[in-house]
């Protein structure tokens, strides 16, 4: 069936002139079938354009997050200036969203050529895992940078800096929770099955036991809500502080009749508030991309909702596309990350570079800890 002229035969099934009991399952593999819930069973096939216009996205989304995150891990690890704590932690960012597409749009674009899961059942296993351990890596890394934020700006003097050590234990520790968590599917807690497309592997939310429901509501608390109340309640006391920090500035400077106060310290909080910002920024993305992947697994658990394959298209495509995000943030708003790309990537860079007394703003955060604590 998969050498057949895939429009035509969708086109004539879709006509009604004859095979009219054709399902989106129909090509699947019978090595497959035992994986894919009897849910999808009930929809046609997918207009082809839709498996190309899918394929055809993911690999141009997977070309430039493999270039950009490559950039970003080249240029911080490669740079002196910027082999900082705080830094190893956006290196890790840059690292978890490499590995995800790196490991999951050739197959996906393999798939969507075919119309259908070609890779046998195990990959497929792997291949929802390495979706889930990547994702789950990148939000709790988004997470300990918004806590690291938060000891900076909020905490101010009276801050523990972050060290090396420290920060590659907070590493260690988010891929450890991030195993964990992912490989349960594969000892029998839920499982790893193809998506309503027929092109990607998941989670099972679908099958109506209180197991298989149980792994989709403990892994989305300690995955996607706790991270979320942690970052919103790590920004939330920035705000805070930084708006209490400039209207001191201001009241100080209206008592002493000049236009500012800005002192190279005020320039090193300005710089910090940048830093928050990029950060929230990506959280943002990241929240965007995910939530669509939450509600579908929610919906299928909670039978609120008839699940479409289409559906799960979109799904794939946003969650994928988080990984193109950070580069290109981190590209745009990090003063000391485009002068290094300028050094190394001159044509990339569109506009001007930073001058070096915003450079150097950029670094404040980790002036502290080189002073407080060697490398």
């Not at 497959?32 to 999808?40: A, E, F, S, T």
């Not at 190309?52 to 911080?76: A, D, K, R, T, Y």
């Not at 939530?291 to 799960?312: C, D, H, M, Q, R």
């Amino acid at each position: 069936m998969m050498g057949e002229p895939s429009f035509v035969s969708w086109s004539a099934q879709r006509g009604g002139s004859f095979g009219g009991n054709l399902t989106v399952v129909d090509k699947v593999l019978p090595d497959m079938l035992q994986m894919v819930h009897p849910h999808w069973y009930q929809f046609p096939p997918m207009n082809p354009l839709w498996h190309g216009l899918l394929g055809f996205m993911v690999g141009v989304l997977g070309f430039v997050s493999i270039l950009g995150n490559g950039m970003v891990i080249n240029i911080f690890c490669g740079a002196k200036s910027l082999r900082t704590p705080s830094n190893l932690l956006v290196v890790n960012l840059a690292f978890s969203d490499f590995l995800m597409m790196f490991t999951m749009a050739a197959p996906m674009v393999i798939n969507c050529y075919y119309e259908t899961w070609v890779l046998g059942p195990l990959f497929c296993e792997i291949y929802g895992m390495f979706g889930s351990l990547f994702g789950c890596a990148s939000i709790w890394t988004m997470t300990f940078i918004a806590l690291d934020r938060y000891n900076v700006i909020v905490k101010g003097l009276s801050a523990k800096p972050l060290t090396k050590k420290t920060a590659m234990l907070r590493i260690l520790l988010i891929w450890a929770m991030s195993i964990v968590w992912t490989i349960a599917p594969m000892f029998g807690w839920n499982r790893y099955v193809p998506e309503g497309n027929m092109t990607a592997c998941g989670t099972d939310y679908l099958t109506q036991t209180w197991l298989s429901k149980s792994y989709i509501l403990v892994y989305s608390f300690f995955v996607y809500f706790l991270p979320l109340l942690t970052i919103i309640y790590s920004y939330w006391f920035i705000v805070q502080a930084v708006a209490a920090h400039e209207k001191s500035m201001r009241e100080q400077a209206k008592k002493m009749n000049v236009a500012s106060l800005r002192s190279s310290e005020a320039a090193a909080t300005s710089a910090e508030c940048k830093l928050a910002k990029i950060a929230l920024m990506t959280i943002t993305l990241w929240f965007f991309a995910w939530t669509p992947y939450l509600v579908t697994n929610y919906t299928g658990i909670f039978e609120g909702a008839k699940i479409s394959p289409l559906a799960t298209i979109w799904c794939s495509l946003f969650a994928k596309a988080n990984a193109v995000y950070n580069p290109i943030v981190y590209g745009i708003s990090h003063p000391k990350y485009r002068q290094e790309l300028q050094k190394k990537y001159p044509s990339l860079v569109c506009a001007a570079p930073p001058d070096d007394t915003a450079s150097a703003a950029s670094g404040a955060t980790n002036v502290a800890e080189e002073k407080t604590v060697p490398a």
